[in-house]
């Protein structure tokens, strides 16, 4: 069973950074495709950006698409997310999701791609 379990979220003003971590203790990650996702106020969660296994390929959403920069570190078992020049629509919850995929070379901004959530992390960005 995958467990995630994100950290690194908080409050911050507008263009300030923030890298968020996530984690499992148990099963390793590198037999999945991972991402991250958020939920803002009133809205649909949707996944911002991807990694493939092998970590060789990326995807974002436009909306953070220079801004922000996943990675994995496969040795520590981990995701990252560092996040730039953040902006008050940035504020959401953001998750860390993990789903099965052979294609080591495969990412995507899909939620339906992820079947593994985490619990989230709160992203707050002050204006």
């Known amino acids: 069973q995958v467990q995630l379990v994100e950290s690194g979220g908080g409050l911050v003003q507008a263009g300030a950074s923030l890298r968020l971590s996530c984690a499992d203790s148990?099963?390793?990650?590198?037999?999945?495709?991972m991402a991250w996702g958020r939920q803002a106020p009133g809205k649909e969660r949707e996944v911002v950006a991807a990694?493939?296994?092998?970590?060789?390929?990326?995807q974002y959403r436009p909306s953070v698409s220079g801004r922000f920069t996943i990675s994995r570190d496969s040795a520590k078992n981990t995701l990252e997310l560092e996040m730039n020049n953040l902006e008050p629509e940035d504020t959401a919850i953001y998750y860390c999701a993990a789903g099965r995929q052979i294609n080591p070379s495969y990412a995507s901004v899909r939620e339906d791609e992820y079947q593994y959530w985490g619990q989230g992390t709160q992203v707050t960005v002050s204006s």
């Open positions: 148990g099963r390793a990650l590198s037999s999945y495709i």
């Open positions: 990694i493939s296994r092998s970590g060789g390929l990326t």
